[in-house]
């Protein structure tokens, strides 16, 4: 079974500090990966996606994969209260003509003031 | 990022009644879209994958009877909750895959009296 494990949390940083998020993914084929937002009550938002190994910056987050440990994490720098909110580790299984995300159950990240 | 819709965004039934809910994608074209359920401070489960112009494949345990989905257009799939009781309460998300991802509608709450 394809699995993706994130600690529930819920993590707690003060505003300006670094958050760092983790997931560990079971499928060694899978080729792509994301991570999701979700406000309480709002449907997920797309934040960032990586496919290689190594590290993808987009403004104050980083993602970094590493495939050899089935691993992939998300860095929020200069964290702030409106980054409050549950974070979704997606991967897209292995497999021609995969179409499906599979994700894990989320981190709830509280920033506070 | 690509732009997903639904409609309602919130309905509330009487049990018994069959519900109806709307996801298009408004600026791209999906010919797979997948529908997602949610319960309260839990994670996203897939109920089904909705196939243009097929049937749809649905997950184990969802019942393709009570849940019905119509994808016969590009750019719109609709789920049908038939005979809803007050279990079938809950967040329903539709999400479609362009280029850059899968992205997700705003989500529609249900709940049946």
């Known amino acids: 079974q394809k699995e993706v494990e994130q600690n529930s949390g819920p993590l707690s940083v003060p505003e300006g500090a670094i958050a760092s998020l983790n997931c560990t993914y079971s499928d060694r084929g899978s080729q792509s990966f994301f991570w999701y937002r979700q406000y309480s009550g709002k449907s997920p938002e797309l934040i960032m996606s990586?496919?290689?190994?190594g590290d993808k910056e987009d403004g104050r987050f980083t993602a970094q994969l590493n495939k050899a440990s089935q691993y992939v994490s998300l860095l929020i720098r200069d964290s702030q209260p409106s980054d409050s909110a549950t974070y979704l580790c997606a991967v897209n299984p292995a497999g021609a003509g995969s179409y499906q995300l599979t994700f894990g159950k989320g981190t709830k990240l509280s920033v506070i003031p | 990022g690509a732009v997903v819709s639904q409609h309602p965004s919130w309905v509330i039934c009487k049990s018994g009644t069959s519900v109806k809910i709307e996801c298009r994608s408004l600026d791209f074209q999906a010919t797979t879209m997948f529908w997602y359920r949610q319960f309260p401070k839990q994670s996203l489960m897939l109920m089904a994958t909705?196939?243009?112009?097929?049937?749809?494949?649905?997950e184990q345990g969802v019942e393709k009877d009570k849940f019905l989905i119509n994808h016969a257009s590009l750019t719109l799939s609709t789920l049908t909750v038939t005979s809803a009781h007050p279990e079938d309460s809950s967040f329903y998300i539709c999400?479609?895959?362009?280029?850059?991802?899968?992205?997700f509608g705003p989500g529609t709450r249900l709940t049946v009296l």
């Open positions: 909705s196939n243009e112009g097929s049937k749809a494949t649905y």
């Open positions: 990586i496919y290689s190994n």
């Open positions: 999400s479609a895959r362009d280029t850059a991802g899968w992205f």
